[in-house]
């Protein structure tokens, strides 16, 4: 089992910078994609950005490429989400989450069901 803790949401306004983090017990995440996923009210939970399990592959959502940046940190188990030029739109839970995979280890996936733990989600609000 892998325990996952999401952390950093917050109040920013639009322009400015926040720094998710995802921090895993139970297991390492060697051998787990990761990804960040996004709901806000009245939508589907959608994709914002992946890791591949060596850190060489992203995958990032149109919407958010050139703003967000995903990484992972081995030696602490964390994955991150740094996210500059907020905007409005970017409103929601953001969750992270983990699937183990024995593909390549360049291997990223964009379907919700290839991800097998979920973290319990944290608010990012961004002000006009």
């Known amino acids: 089992q892998v325990q996952l803790v999401d952390a950093g949401g917050g109040l920013v306004q639009a322009g400015g910078s926040l720094r998710l983090s995802c921090a895993a017990s139970?297991?390492?995440?060697?051998?787990?994609?990761m990804g960040w996923f996004r709901q806000a009210p009245g939508k589907v939970r959608e994709l914002v950005a992946a890791?591949?399990?060596?850190?060489?592959?992203?995958y990032y959502t149109d919407s958010v490429k050139g703003r967000f940046t995903i990484s992972r940190d081995g030696a602490k188990n964390t994955v991150y989400l740094q996210m500059n030029s907020l905007k409005p739109e970017d409103t929601a839970v953001y969750y992270c989450?983990?699937?183990?995979?024995?593909?390549?280890?360049?291997?990223?996936?964009?379907?919700?069901?290839?991800?097998?733990?979920w973290g319990q989600g944290t608010q990012v609000t961004v002000s006009s």
């Open positions: 139970g297991r390492t995440l060697t051998g787990y994609i």
């Open positions: 989450a983990a699937g183990r995979t024995y593909y390549s280890d360049y291997y990223t996936s964009t379907r919700r069901n290839e991800y097998d733990y």
């Open positions: 890791i591949s399990k060596n850190g060489g592959n992203t």
